[in-house]
């Protein structure tokens, strides 16, 4: 099993939640690739989308793909550009969203609609995790995109953004679910 971990508007590929998870991973002789994406405080969707690829070329099934907050716009616009071969055996997303949030540096990320028909085709299973009181993502729009996606949907309870803020250093539920694809 390998692992793409997406990280957040602002962030890098360690802080949170990230570092400690991919360690964890590493650990469990997991490969992870992990990059840091460009221009993190004005982030470009395409650009991001070249990071991945400079990164993996073709995904497979034995890929997961895993993001915080702007990392979930993020996946769903690859699994928009994969091609007729490709497609990844889960896909977990924490904090995730799908809409304008009213932050103009990441709207180019979520302005224009999503293909949800491609992006469905794009991996075997769909998990996402919100929060009941995320200051930036409400639940509704979790459950929104869990049910675009036809995705499980977790919900923690009084976790805020599921960020360091919210004391969120590790996150083993995030390990938890990774580690079981591979014994669903």
């Not at 609609?113 to 769909?126: L, Y």
């Not at 729009?141 to 996606?149: D, I, P």
């Amino acid at each position: 099993m390998k692992v793409f971990i997406f990280h957040c508007w602002g962030g890098n590929s360690r802080d949170c939640w990230r570092g400690w998870l991919a360690d964890e991973l590493k650990n469990a002789g997991v490969q992870v690739v992990a990059p840091e994406f460009p221009d993190t405080m004005h982030p470009k969707a395409d650009e991001w989308l070249k990071e991945v690829r400079r990164n993996v070329d073709k995904f497979d099934e034995d890929w997961v793909l895993v993001s915080h907050s702007l990392g979930g716009p993020a996946i769903l616009r690859l699994l928009e550009s994969f091609g007729e071969n490709e497609r990844v055996k889960a896909v977990i997303m924490v904090a995730a969203f799908a809409k304008e949030l009213g932050i103009p540096e990441i709207e180019n990320f979520v302005k224009d609609e999503f293909n949800w028909e491609k992006i469905r085709k794009g991996s075997k299973k769909f998990i996402l995790i919100n929060s009941d009181n995320d200051p930036y993502i409400e639940l509704e729009e979790g459950k929104r995109v869990a049910q675009l996606l036809g995705a499980e949907l977790i919900v923690e309870h009084g976790a805020g953004h599921i960020n360091e803020g919210a004391g969120f250093t590790k996150y083993p539920r995030v390990l938890e679910l990774i580690l079981k694809q591979n014994h669903p």
